[in-house]
C-alpha cells in the first residue's frame, strides 16, 4: 500500500507556473505507475499526465501537452508536474494517484491509491 501527500498547488496568473509535487511513502516507489489527474467544480476528474514506473515513458492529455512536464526521483520517493504558461481553464484539485500496472495510464479507474489533492487556481 502506498499513501500519497500532493503539495504547490495556490494561485497563479495566466501565463504563470507551479510546480506540483507528490510524495509517496509505505511502499516501494518504483514499483508504481503514477498520475496525475484534475478536477474541476461540476466536472469529472480528467486526466493530465502520467508517468511509467522508471520515468522512462510519460503521457499526457491533449489539453495540456506542451504546457506540462511531468518527472519523477524514485531516489525521493517524488514526483513532479511542472506547469507553465497557465491558462484559467487549468484551474482544479489536482491529484496524484499511483497503480502497479502499466496499461491505460489515462483511466483513472485504473490507479489503486490517491492522494487528497491540492487546489490550483489561475486567474486571467
Known amino acids: 500500500q502506498v499513501q500519497l501527500v500532493e503539495s504547490g498547488g495556490g494561485l497563479a496568473q495566466a501565463g504563470g507556473s507551479l510546480r506540483l509535487s507528490c510524495v509517496a511513502s509505505g511502499s516501494t516507489f518504483s514499483s508504481y505507475a503514477l498520475g496525475w489527474f484534475r478536477q474541476a467544480p461540476g466536472k469529472e476528474r480528467e486526466f493530465v499526465a502520467a508517468?511509467?514506473?522508471?520515468?522512462?515513458?510519460?503521457f499526457s492529455a491533449d489539453s495540456v501537452k506542451g504546457r506540462i512536464t511531468i518527472s519523477r526521483d524514485n531516489a525521493k520517493n517524488t514526483m513532479y508536474l511542472q506547469m507553465d504558461n497557465l491558462k484559467p481553464e487549468d484551474t482544479a484539485v489536482y491529484y496524484c494517484?499511483?497503480?502497479?500496472?502499466?496499461?491505460?495510464?489515462?483511466?483513472?479507474?485504473?490507479?489503486?491509491?490517491w492522494g487528497q489533492g491540492t487546489q490550483v487556481t489561475v486567474s486571467s
Open positions: 508517468i511509467s514506473k522508471s520515468g522512462g515513458s510519460t
Open positions: 494517484a499511483a497503480k502497479q500496472t502499466a496499461l491505460r495510464y489515462n483511466d483513472r479507474s485504473m490507479y489503486d491509491y
